[in-house]
């Protein structure tokens, strides 16, 4: 018992070590950034473009850029990862093949963000004719967040009592009946916020949109096949090619706490939204 008591106590030790480590650690890197780029935020940073060679000025054209690669991504893929989750949970035999297709989402999660580039240059870019755009961004992304959304949106629908099911069947409704007015709005906080977070990962990406959407240029976008500015392509650009290092180096770490600030934003509203949803539900 004595031992079995130290060996928990050494746990619990070992494990609030490691909190704390990873809250130092995270605390340090935000200081760190803070420090350096507080004070090149202001409102002129935010909603003014570029000038002087993108040595002064502001953000505006890569938060636009960044805002429609975003809404892009969440039209193409959140459609096609609830209609894959909706066949996986309650259409497709439960079987080798299932597993198989899990199997594949689960590894397709772990691709690197920098393949799904390369693809997205390849297919869309090239043999579909879509050029450096918009669209090509938005689709490439789309695919890199959709096994997020898929294993969400599954696990979801999954935890939907089946009573639920039984009993709307029971009362003569269609399958189809059953899934849009049952299962699927009680599932529908696990549905969003594996959207919402899997779109804050996308709105923080940089490999996919430097081969298929992002251009190093002070203009906003006109169309869907226009190049477009983008967050993270932006700090990238300015943090390793941009010959005015030094100048620009204020623009740099305020850039990266306008699209930190994104990411937690859309983290935070997928708490919210998790949150308000679970309230009005009664299981």
Known sequence: MRLRRLTQAAAFAFLTLAMAAVLLALGTILYYILARGAGAISWEFLTSFPRRGMTAGGIFPAIVGTFYLAVGTLIFSLPLGICAAIYLVEYAPQGR??????????????????????????????????????????????????????RASEEALRAVPQEFREGALA??????????????????????????????????????????????????????????????????????ESIFYEETRPIQYGTAIVLLGLVLALD???ILVRARLRRGRRW
């Open 268 to 270: 935070l509203v997928a």
């Open 171 to 240: 009362l003569g409704a269609t399958r189809w009946q059953m899934i849009r007015r049952v299962v699927l709005p009680a599932g529908l906080p696990g549905v969003l916020t594996g959207a919402i977070l899997a779109l804050g990962r996308a709105a923080g990406e940089t490999a996919p949109i430097i081969f298929t959407a992002a251009v190093f240029s002070a203009r906003l976008p006109n169309s869907p096949l226009s190049p477009v500015m983008a967050l993270p392509y932006h700090l990238f650009v300015m943090a390793t």
């Open 97 to 150: 093949a299932v597993r198989l297709i899990r199997m594949a989402v689960n590894n397709l999660a772990g691709v690197p963000s920098i393949v799904f580039g390369l693809f997205g240059l390849a297919f869309f870019v090239r043999l579909l004719g879509l050029g450096v755009s918009i669209l090509s961004g938005s689709l490439t992304l789309a695919f890199l967040v959709l096994p997020t959304i898929i």
